[in-house]
């Protein structure tokens, strides 16, 4: 599933990306050429404004200047001195045709006839672009200029194939940039969306996993429950009924707890567990549970001690009813797998402006192997698979209630060589 997902996330973000890149390749292609466009055209402009220029200054025209001419500005030039071609008369008809056409466009459609005796005493001329009988663009110019002993015609024409060259040169170049940048967009989406799929892609297994396991630790006690009620029908006198109750209502605890577990995660997970900060005195929060739990430790001979520091501490911004919670879990882990006549410890530090709570043992401890997923949900080492008061939830609960506090909680090896929690909190809630 995740995989068509993959691919189908990868060719929508390719596809938008791509397209964006082609509507601003194009953009920026139009832009371009029109200043290529432009810049041909003035370029045309400024080489005919100076050959008219220095036309106008010269009583003597002479052949090297022309030839210089055509050859430097890429021109074809036909001048007449009233109406008499100068120089020589070219060989190519079509160009003889154009040049005549460009008089006659100049003429019909711009009003001016440079072949014209009349008697202005100004220059004039025109600009526009015209083609010719196969099409060619060109840059044309007609101008009529006054001298002493009459006039001169002078027709020019600049072939637009240099520019249409560069434009198909630069569209190609576009062209493959664009691909090339599609190519890498579509590399770039792949692994993208691989990265963003994959914390959904995990939270999906770890849904599943979460599933079947308090699947499996619903059935248990369930198959219990069962069982017990179907003894229970069959028992023929009142203690063995009150054994079987007493089964019953023990898994069914069992279940109250478990699920309640489950929806305090389920809280976590969709951020509606909200915590009531106020200001709390850590030392004697903690005193308030050591004096809860010591009975509970004496029942099971483990020698329980608590060390607080000497000065006095300031407040500390916290949910106490949740810390306590997780100060709950940890103490009853102790009480389940630390051995008789083991040592349990409450330890308070106050390093401003964190307050760092300790809980640890000299019980079996916690394999390093195990260490790094004991914060997950429904893990349990195998030293604990015969506890059937524990699901492998209560870690994970303490987890996400110093998450909410914005806070730590990491295992270490207790000196003691048994397992050492630490809870870090900041005296602020910031």
Same mark, same amino acid.
């Not at 939270?203 to 003894?231: C, K, Y």
């Not at 069914?252 to 929806?263: A, K, P």
């Given at each position: 599933?995740?995989?068509?997902?993959?691919?189908?996330?990868?060719?929508?973000?390719?596809?938008?990306?791509?397209?964006?890149?082609?509507?601003?390749?194009?953009?920026?292609?139009?832009?371009?050429?029109?200043?290529?466009?432009?810049?041909?055209?003035?370029?045309?402009?400024?080489?005919?404004?100076?050959?008219?220029?220095?036309?106008?200054?010269?009583?003597?025209?002479?052949?090297?200047?022309?030839?210089?001419?055509?050859?430097?500005?890429?021109?074809?030039?036909?001048?007449?001195?009233?109406?008499?071609?100068?120089?020589?008369?070219?060989?190519?008809?079509?160009?003889?045709?154009?040049?005549?056409?460009?008089?006659?466009?100049?003429?019909?459609?711009?009003?001016?006839?440079?072949?014209?005796?009349?008697?202005?005493?100004?220059?004039?001329?025109?600009?526009?672009?015209?083609?010719?009988?196969?099409?060619?663009?060109?840059?044309?110019?007609?101008?009529?200029?006054?001298?002493?002993?009459?006039?001169?015609?002078?027709?020019?024409?600049?072939?637009?194939?240099?520019?249409?060259?560069?434009?198909?040169?630069?569209?190609?170049?576009?062209?493959?940039?664009?691909?090339?940048?599609?190519?890498?967009?579509?590399?770039?989406?792949?692994?993208?969306?691989?990265?963003? %799929? #994959?914390?959904?892609?995990?939270?999906?297994?770890? !849904?599943?996993?979460? =599933?079947?396991? $308090?699947?499996?630790? /619903?059935? +248990?006690?369930?198959?219990?429950?069962?069982?017990?009620?179907?003894?229970?029908?069959?028992?023929?006198?009142?203690?063995?009924?009150?054994?079987?109750?007493?089964?019953?209502?023990?898994?069914?605890?069992?279940?109250?707890?478990?699920?309640?577990?489950?929806?305090?995660?389920?809280?976590?997970?969709?951020?509606?567990?909200?915590?009531?900060?106020?200001?709390?005195?850590?030392?004697?929060?903690?005193?308030?549970?050591?004096?809860?739990?010591?009975?509970?430790?004496?029942?099971?001979?483990?020698?329980?001690?608590?060390?607080?520091?000497?000065?006095?501490?300031?407040?500390?911004?916290?949910?106490?009813?949740?810390?306590?919670?997780?100060?709950?879990?940890?103490?009853?882990?102790? %009480? #389940?797998?630390?051995?008789?006549?083991?040592?349990? !410890?409450?330890?308070? =530090?106050?390093? $401003?402006?964190?307050? /760092?709570? +300790?809980?640890?043992?000299?019980?079996?401890?916690?394999?390093?192997?195990?260490?790094?997923?004991?914060?997950?949900?429904?893990?349990?080492?195998?030293?604990?698979?015969?506890?059937?008061?524990?699901?492998?939830?209560?870690?994970?609960?303490?987890?996400?209630?110093?998450?909410?506090?914005?806070?730590?909680?990491?295992?270490?090896?207790?000196?003691?060589?048994?397992?050492?929690?630490?809870?870090?909190?900041?005296?602020?809630?910031?």
């Amino acid at each position: 599933m995740f995989h068509k997902l993959h691919i189908r996330f990868t060719f929508f973000f390719a596809s938008i990306a791509s397209l964006i890149l082609i509507f601003m390749s194009i953009i920026c292609l139009l832009i371009s050429e029109k200043g290529m466009k432009q810049n041909h055209y003035i370029a045309f402009l400024n080489n005919m404004n100076a050959a008219i220029t220095h036309i106008e200054s010269q009583n003597v025209l002479t052949y090297q200047w022309f030839l210089e001419t055509e050859q430097n500005a890429r021109l074809f030039i036909r001048i007449k001195d009233n109406n008499r071609e100068l120089f020589y008369q070219r060989q190519n008809t079509s160009l003889q045709d154009l040049f005549e056409k460009t008089a006659q466009t100049a003429r019909d459609t711009y009003g001016l006839d440079i072949d014209s005796e009349g008697t202005s005493s100004i220059m004039q001329k025109t600009d526009f672009q015209i083609k010719d009988d196969e099409g060619t663009s060109y840059y044309a110019c007609a101008a009529r200029i006054p001298k002493d002993h009459g006039f001169l015609s002078v027709v020019a024409l600049e072939p637009m194939t240099g520019l249409k060259q560069q434009i198909l040169v630069q569209r190609i170049g576009f062209v493959g940039a664009d691909l090339l940048g599609i190519f890498l967009l579509t590399v770039f989406s792949w692994f993208f969306t691989k990265k963003l %799929l #994959s914390p959904i892609e995990k939270n999906r297994r770890q !849904q599943a996993a979460f =599933i079947s396991s $308090a699947s499996h630790e /619903l059935r +248990s006690p369930l198959t219990v429950i069962l069982s017990d009620l179907s003894a229970l029908k069959k028992a023929d006198n009142k203690e063995k009924q009150q054994a079987f109750l007493s089964s019953i209502e023990q898994e069914g605890l069992r279940m109250s707890r478990l699920i309640e577990d489950m929806l305090a995660l389920a809280n976590a997970d969709s951020h509606s567990w909200s915590i009531h900060l106020e200001e709390t005195e850590v030392d004697t929060l903690l005193l308030d549970t050591y004096e809860k739990y010591e009975p509970l430790m004496r029942e099971k001979k483990l020698h329980f001690s608590i060390r607080l520091p000497d000065e006095i501490l300031p407040p500390c911004s916290m949910d106490s009813v949740r810390i306590l919670q997780v100060l709950s879990i940890l103490l009853d882990n102790a %009480l #389940s797998y630390v051995p008789a006549g083991g040592h349990v !410890q409450i330890g308070l =530090i106050y390093q $401003a402006p964190a307050y /760092l709570i +300790s809980v640890s043992d000299d019980g079996p401890g916690i394999s390093a192997e195990h260490r790094e997923h004991v914060f997950r949900r429904f893990y349990r080492g195998d030293s604990s698979r015969h506890e059937k008061s524990h699901f492998g939830l209560g870690l994970s609960i303490a987890s996400e209630i110093m998450k909410l506090h914005k806070g730590e909680i990491t295992l270490t090896d207790s000196p003691e060589g048994g397992a050492c929690f630490l809870l870090k909190l900041n005296s602020r809630y910031e």
